[in-house]
């Protein structure tokens, strides 16, 4: 399972940038993902993520205080890509965003813990700048 982050790139602070995480040729629908960012000499914190499939296609999310009314976690299980849209950026924003994952069926998830998630992305970076 190879994960894929885009999106990422340079915007002004107040802008809006939408990442996607993928996983070419392998579906993530029984897969909680997770969405961590690591600034510069500072530590990977969690950002939010978004339940895998249970016997439903209800989902459940989690969000980091400082993130909250102006990140939106989202998936389709009609289609692969789990989505970041990240609203309203300010520039304690940048960093490296990586999508990670592991294997659950529970309507559940956290970020407190990324050592619970196995698959890693590469990361995309976002830069908030004027």
């Known amino acids: 399972l190879q994960l894929v982050e885009s999106g990422g790139g340079l915007v002004q602070p107040g802008g809006s940038l939408r990442l996607s995480c993928g996983a070419p040729e392998f579906l993530l629908d029984y897969y909680a993902v997770g969405w961590f960012r690591q600034a510069p000499g500072k530590e990977r914190e969690g950002v939010s993520c978004i339940s895998g499939r249970d016997v439903t296609t209800d989902t459940i999310t989690n969000y980091a205080e400082s993130v909250k009314g102006r990140f939106t976690i989202s998936r389709d299980f009609a289609t692969n890509p789990i989505y970041l849209q990240m609203n309203n950026l300010k520039p304690e924003d940048t960093a490296v965003y990586y999508c990670?994952?592991?294997?659950?069926?529970?309507?559940?998830?956290?970020?407190?813990?990324?050592?619970?998630?196995?698959?890693w992305g590469q990361g995309t970076q976002v830069t908030v700048s004027s």
């Open positions: 990670a994952a592991y294997r659950s069926i529970m309507l559940y998830c956290s970020t407190e813990q990324a050592s619970d998630y196995g698959y």
